[in-house]
T-cell receptor, first 114, second 114 residues
Framework: AQSVTQLGSHVSVSEGALVLLRCNYSSSVPPYLFWYVQYPNQGLQLLLKYTSAATLVKGINGFEAEFKKSETSFHLTKPSAHMSDAAEYFCAVTNNNAGNMLTFGGGTRLMVKP | GAVVSQHPSRVICKSGTSVKIECRSLDFQATTMFWYRQFPKQSLMLMATSNEGSKATYEQGVEKDKFLINHASLTLSTLTVTSAHPEDSSFYIC??????????FGNGTRLTVT
């Protein structure tokens, strides 16, 4: 069984500030981890994924995430927030590289203040 | 551009009627499609997995007779919400992939049952 916990349903940062969205997972098998972004009334867009290669994964739009097995975490970061980053972010886990059968976290809504 | 097209983006229907949502892969053959449901302010929940030419596999707690899934071709899967009720109002998202491509999500369908 797998599960994902995202700490903080809402995160607010100022434009230009560091973005940190937390994700902890539970998995009985080596996990494959994903971060998705959802803009209002749209589907999901893949930001990045961890598939057992490098533990620090760089994604689109300046986001990156680090897989830490000892902490069972896969936190998403961005050095400097833009207004356009305001959206909902979902962390997801699965047991396959293809991203099938994803189990999603509860989501974190990121708000960016001018 | 979008590789998975979901239609309609919004639909309002009366209680007791049926609604069909289409999910099309535009430039690849989707051997597998997934249907997710997102309740307001909640995460996405996998409803079912469909493979072309075979019956869909439903997640626990999802009524297969209420949520009919047809994956009759390699580019089209449909989700039909039968005898819709207000509690079926939700945001439905499909995703699709072939054996080589990453998972692509549609833009979702917001269903409102009055």
């Amino acid at each position: 069984a797998q599960s994902v916990t995202q700490l903080g349903s809402h995160v607010s940062v100022s434009e230009g500030a560091l973005v940190l969205l937390r994700c902890n997972y539970s998995s009985s098998v080596p996990p494959y981890l994903f971060w998705y972004v959802q803009y209002p009334n749209q589907g999901l867009q893949l930001l990045l994924k961890y598939t057992s290669a490098a533990t620090l994964v760089k994604g689109i739009n300046g986001f990156e995430a680090e897989f830490k097995k000892s902490e069972t975490s896969f936190h998403l970061t961005k050095p400097s927030a833009h207004m356009s980053d305001a959206a909902e972010y979902f962390c997801a886990v699965t047991n396959n590289n293809a991203g099938n059968m994803l189990t999603f976290g509860g989501g974190t809504r990121l708000m960016v203040k001018p | 551009g979008a590789v998975v097209s979901q239609h309609p983006s919004r639909v309002i229907c009366k209680s007791g009627t049926s609604v069909k949502i289409e999910c099309r892969s535009l430039d690849f053959q989707a051997t597998t499609m997934f249907w997710y449901r997102q309740f307001p302010k909640q995460s996405l929940m996998l409803m079912a997995t469909s493979n072309e030419g075979s019956k869909a596999t439903y997640e626990q707690g999802v009524e297969k007779d209420k949520f009919l899934i047809n994956h009759a071709s390699l580019t089209l899967s449909t989700l039909t919400v039968t005898s819709a009720h207000p509690e079926d109002s939700s945001f439905y998202i499909c995703s699709a992939r072939d054996n080589h491509s990453p998972l692509h999500f549609g833009n979702g369908t917001r269903l409102t049952v009055t």
